[in-house]
């Protein structure tokens, strides 16, 4: 068993329309999986259908190497749906009791790891408070709690990061790093792209229900990163003649300089000509070079131009049809 | 198994800790000792202080005091030293002499200054007209009315009977009243308890088995919104089947009813136990209270028509509840469901008079009005065991149709939020459910 999470052509369709199309995803153990797509995508029903909560209409879903269908596996799995909401008229300790034994721990194991958490989370005060007194970002941490407690080797969280102010950001995110690290999978769902990016190992971008695209973080972005460079030269301002020559060079990649950047450097999108050339031209320039690089691109770019095209695409399907 | 066990734990223990539980468990058995008490705590038990204005020939004002103040005298000269209660009230006589034109004004000032409850006229052709009058500003109260009306009858009676040639000890025995008790009969031979006793008591019972299911049955409804509307259903259906979380649900709100109801069966039984000493007390028919004691057989059917009809309207519930989207809407739709529940009690009149009827029968027989119907006519006739358990098995039946259904419809309708489905999309629901 390599996958934490393995789907296989999952199809869902809701009457009117295809929620998820022919999806297939393989989340590595012990890593952090960002499913990511703008509104609508389909990521909370691919979750869902992870989860045994809907049934999916067609391929194959392996939870922890089973199918989700056998509810037992999913014991394992802590899942924070995208509502959030709990029990109002209960006491917070209880609430952690009844999800914990739900979750196969018995009450005592239950009662002291949910105090342990509660410490943990800055609630260590709130434990016989009932929860609909508690403030909404705290209600969040102890659902939070409820997916955690148990200890889970999958972590399936739909976009947990919505609703908490940063300093419960920065909670969660050491949650999310210390269960990766003690061996755990994190799948996250998420529109936000700076987090998937500084966060996850693995992504996967799905759009109109299928998947645009996805690998391991490091392999999108090489695969997207292009020919563009960026060039940074010292002291050009102070030098007329140097600023003139800087001026025909510039001239001449004319249609390649995509950004004039606010610190004095320029971005080159090279298409016609070789990074070779342009730096063999910039070394004869009469100025120091201070930086010349290849551009990265981040993921929400590349997320941009290719759901963006996806959905240039879909919307091309549905007039045409 | 184990995941039902814990959902019932948490709803038992929510319910059994809110206000409204302990209230309830406390209160009722508070309202019905006053039920049972009221009549006789007030209105009933007081001394009522009437002035006789005598026109009438002797010895007429004498028999009437005599009927009025006294069970049973034995001779008219000894009634005046023991006064009794008649219907409750314990009257408290002065006699004085007519035309009543005379004294009309002073008795009056007297009722106004509440000294007096009010005054009786024998007039002097009373032989030949049979006819008082009574003022009173109590008029309303139809136990006194009744009282001097029969008190009135028999001393006319007793006065024709003398001038017929009897004396006046040989009338008022042959006067005697019979006085008729009530007792049903059923598998064990006779019952004790009039049948005053049974209708109590079957009230009693339906009302609480109405009572029951209305509320518990509204509680399952607003559970079953919280977690559809809070997703916590999402939650809850990914680590347990969704039919065992509704079995969960709605054993735990049963288990918290049968725990009140264990409370109140305590309370009850003690009730009975001192019914003696109550009846002395508060001056009721001890049989009032006895009439709640039952036998240990119709006990447990009465135990399985609550149960079922629990059952039936807790699953019919726990489906409204995962396919409506608000309290509100929840709510119109229970008073629908709780209809049926409610025939039987505008019926209570034909139920217990007549239980046998066709009327009763298919109150009866019906799975959604037998709770509450069957133990208002047990409680007031014998009814052929096959009957009951005919009744019951279809009750039984219709029970587990219901929460089949409710289960297929709750399984999607927990996890399905926004609009409120139409009829054909439940049917389609409780198709692919």
Partial sequence: ?321 | MREILIVLGRELKERVRTRSFALGTLLFPVFMVAVLLLPTLTGGAKDRHLVVVNEAPPPISQLFVVALTQAFPTSPDTAAATPRRRGGSQYRIEVVPGPVAEVRADLVARIDAEELDGYIVLPSDIRDTAHVQFRSTRLGDPGMLADIRNAATEALMADRLARAGLNVESVTELLRPVRVDGGRVDERGEEAGTAQASFYFAYIVAMIIYIMIALYGSGVTRSVLEEKNNRIAEVLVSSMRATHLMAGKILGVGAAVMLQMLIWVVVIVLLVTQSAWLAEQFNINPAALNAITAQPGTALLLGAYFVLGFLLFAALFAGLGAAVTSDQEAQSFQMLFMLPLFVPLLFLLQLTTRPLEPLARTLGMIPFTAPVAMPMRMAAARIPLAEVLTSLALLAITTVLAAWLAGKIYRIGILSTGRRPSMRELIYWMRTG
């Fill in chain 1, 1 to 321: 068993m390599n996958a934490a999470l393995l789907l296989e052509r999952v199809s869902k369709r809701y009457a009117a329309h295809h929620a998820v199309r022919d999806l297939s995803l393989e989340v590595p153990t012990g890593s952090i999986y960002g499913i990511l797509g703008p509104n609508g995508a389909g990521k909370s029903t691919t979750l869902r259908m992870v989860m045994n909560i809907i049934a999916r209409d067609s391929g194959r879903i392996e939870v922890l190497g089973q199918p989700p269908e056998g509810r037992e596996v999913l014991r394992s799995v802590g899942y924070l749906p995208e509502e959030r909401g709990l029990y109002r008229r209960m006491g917070v300790m209880d609430v952690l009791v009844f999800f914990g034994r739900l979750k196969g721990m018995d009450a005592r194991d239950a009662r002291r790891t949910g105090a342990e958490w509660l410490e943990r989370m800055g609630l260590g005060d709130w434990r016989t408070a009932r929860v609909d007194t508690l403030s909404k970002g705290m209600q969040q941490k102890v659902q939070f709690i409820t997916t955690v407690m148990h200890n889970p080797s999958l972590l399936i969280l739909d976009e947990p990061q919505s609703g908490l102010d940063p300093v419960n950001q920065e909670v969660l995110r050491e949650t999310i790093l210390s269960t990766r690290d003690g061996g755990g999978t994190v799948v996250l769902s998420t529109h936000n792209m700076d987090q998937a990016e500084t966060l996850c190992d693995s992504v996967c971008i799905i759009a109109g229900g299928a998947k645009v695209l996805d690998g391991a973080v490091r392999d999108v972005k090489q695969a997207y990163r292009g020919d563009r460079y960026r060039l940074v030269l010292d002291a050009f301002s102070t030098d007329t003649g140097a600023r003139n020559e800087v001026d025909r060079l510039l001239r001449r990649y004319s249609t390649s300089v995509a950004v004039e950047s606010g610190n004095g450097g320029w971005l080159f999108e090279l298409t016609d000509f070789s990074q070779r050339d342009l730096l063999a031209q910039v070394l004869e320039l009469p100025v120091e070079l201070e930086c010349f690089e290849r551009v990265e691109p981040s993921l929400h770019e590349i997320f941009i131009e290719r759901v963006g095209a996806a959905a240039r695409t879909a919307r091309r399907e549905v007039s045409d049809a």
